[in-house]
């Protein structure tokens, strides 16, 4: 009998739980040891989940243009799933992103994919002189396209509820890249002026951003 409650209360300084009127939660938690001996926690994968919401801020070094929007979001374990609307001069853009916390520590780790649209070069409308025929000018056409991401960051703990976060975002524009490997041909036969005009429009095969964002958690 002594020897059977020791093995029990053994058992339950090692693996303690505890319970509320939602769920049962335990203080294990998986751990990996560095190259320096100092072990990590991994995120909990317990099934909690948590809605948040965003607001955004960078630039966009591509572009050479401000950036700023907001996201909603879900939390469900390690992974947050996120509808982004973002704003700039010239790529404001709308994104489904999954990102993923790699582990917990008082700097988080996470990576970024994501897929959307956003509004991209797509040609060029010719300005013509009813009367004389002539080609007076050149319009830029500009649509929403596909637009995919992907990109990588750190988040920190501030208070209750709150997150910091920053973040680097590579955006592929196949829109702009098709426009601009075409774009030799498309000017055969226009005035010079339309030529300069359509060859100086600067366009991006990719994008690349830094973000700051704010983040809470109800």
Do not use: C
């Not at 099934?47 to 591509?62: A, C, I, M, P, R």
């Not at 050479?64 to 996120?82: D, H, T, W």
């Not at 596909?146 to 703990?157: I, L, Y």
């Not at 592929?172 to 601009?180: D, G, I, L, T």
């Amino acid at each position: 009998m002594i020897s059977l409650v020791a093995n029990l209360a053994s058992a339950q300084s090692r693996h303690t739980t505890y319970r509320d009127s939602r769920k049962i939660t335990t203080t294990a938690a998986r751990t990996f040891e560095n190259n320096d001996g100092e072990n990590r926690r991994y995120l909990k994968i317990d099934g909690n989940t948590s809605w948040y919401f965003k607001v955004l801020g960078g630039y966009d070094l591509s572009n050479k243009s401000a950036v700023a929007g907001a996201a909603a979001g879900i939390r469900i374990n390690a992974f947050r799933l996120e509808a982004e609307g973002a704003w700039s001069d010239e790529n404001p853009s709308a994104m489904g992103l999954i990102n993923v916390d790699l582990i917990k520590a008082p700097v988080m780790p996470f990576l970024t994919v994501g897929a959307g649209a956003g509004k991209q070069t797509t040609g060029f409308q010719l300005i013509e002189n009813e009367a004389t025929g002539e080609i007076q000018g050149v319009n830029v056409l500009k649509k929403f396209q596909f637009q995919a991401t992907a990109g990588a960051g750190v988040s920190v703990r501030i208070a209750p509820h709150w997150q910091l976060e920053a973040s680097y975002r590579f955006t592929f524009y196949p829109s702009e890249k098709s426009y601009n490997n075409d774009r030799p041909a498309l000017i055969e036969g226009v005035s010079e002026n339309a030529k300069k005009t359509i060859m100086s429009e600067e366009l991006h095969d990719f994008g690349h951003s830094i973000r700051i964002a704010l983040r809470y958690h109800f």
